[in-house]
């Protein structure tokens, strides 16, 4: 019988703030599972080397967070359509000493909003998302597969969107100045805040919900707060609102089945716990 604990964990650069240790290893817990999920801190420098070691180890794979997801591709055998089109990967499963990467945020994303807004359909109108950096691509990446009829993308640094826009080819993306993003929300059916405006410690996201339909849903990546003040603001005039805290936690859900073979569930404790 082979006692060996499945390994896994996230490589990053600084990497003491992910909560990913907190959610795999809660998973591992819950299931009752001979494993364990650690925090690996590996710099830029040493990606290469540090990442042969896990494969020495026998780890079964790895998360991949800031500065690596961009970079660690290079390093993979396989990687996955999705994750090419994300322009990141953000999980590796290791088989036979070889890597695959995939990117599981755009899931993530997507199956936070389907769990907290079951009726809501992506396909029955525009979505207006504010922001242009990894965390929007993902998103974008998301609203494309969804069959989301047309795209607006709001960023301050015009240049930004345009270049995302761009890579990923979709025809019904639209870049919106940010002068004009509170006109922008007029017939939107969804609202994202895919920046980090509004999270403690930034600065606050200003815009005008005059416009935006009653009927139109309203996101924010941001859970620090869990109800930000867009939330708040959505929701004192009508507007369903779905939190950003999901998004974290079921894009580790694949990763998590990938290694340990169990696709896990997201519960009221583990939000708890990583709230805390
Ligand atoms: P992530 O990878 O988490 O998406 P990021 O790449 O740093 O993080 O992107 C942060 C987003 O928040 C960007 O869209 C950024 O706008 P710019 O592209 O113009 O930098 C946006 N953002 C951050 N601070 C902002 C501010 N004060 N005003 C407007 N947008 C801001």
């Given at each position: 019988m082979n006692n060996k604990p499945t390994k896994a964990g996230v490589i990053g650069h600084p990497i003491k703030h992910s909560k990913s240790p907190l959610i795999h290893n809660y998973w591992i817990k819950k299931h009752g599972l001979n494993g364990a999920y650690e925090a690996l801190d590996i710099p830029c420098e040493d990606l290469k080397s540090g990442v042969q070691d896990l494969i020495n180890q026998g780890y079964a794979g790895f998360n991949v967070t800031i500065p690596h997801k961009e970079s660690i591709a290079a390093l993979c055998d396989t990687v996955d359509p999705l994750a090419k089109k994300c322009g990141a990967v953000n999980t590796v499963k290791i088989e036979n000493g070889k890597l695959h990467g995939f990117n599981t945020d755009a899931f993530g994303f997507l199956t936070n909003i389907s769990s907290q807004a079951s009726e809501f359909d992506f396909t029955s109108g525009p979505a207006a998302v504010i922001g242009a950096g990894g965390a929007s691509r993902a998103i974008l990446c998301g609203l494309i597969e969804a069959q989301v009829p047309e795209i607006r993308i709001i960023n301050r640094t015009r240049a930004k969107a345009e270049r995302i826009v761009a890579e990923l080819g979709a025809d019904n993306i639209t870049i919106i100045e940010w002068t004009q993003r509170d006109e922008a929300l007029q017939g939107v059916n969804l609202l994202v805040n895919a920046s980090s405006l509004g999270m403690e410690g930034q600065a606050p996201l200003e815009l005008s919900l005059d416009l935006l339909p009653k009927n139109a849903l309203v996101n924010d990546?941001?859970?620090?707060?869990?109800?930000?003040p867009l939330l708040k603001a959505a929701s004192v005039r009508g507007n369903k609102t779905v939190t950003g805290i999901g998004m974290l936690l079921h894009q580790a859900r694949p990763a998590f089945e990938k290694w340990f073979g169990i696709l896990p569930g997201v519960d009221q404790d583990l939000q708890e716990l990583v709230l805390r």
């Open positions: 990546i941001v859970y620090t707060p869990l109800q930000t």
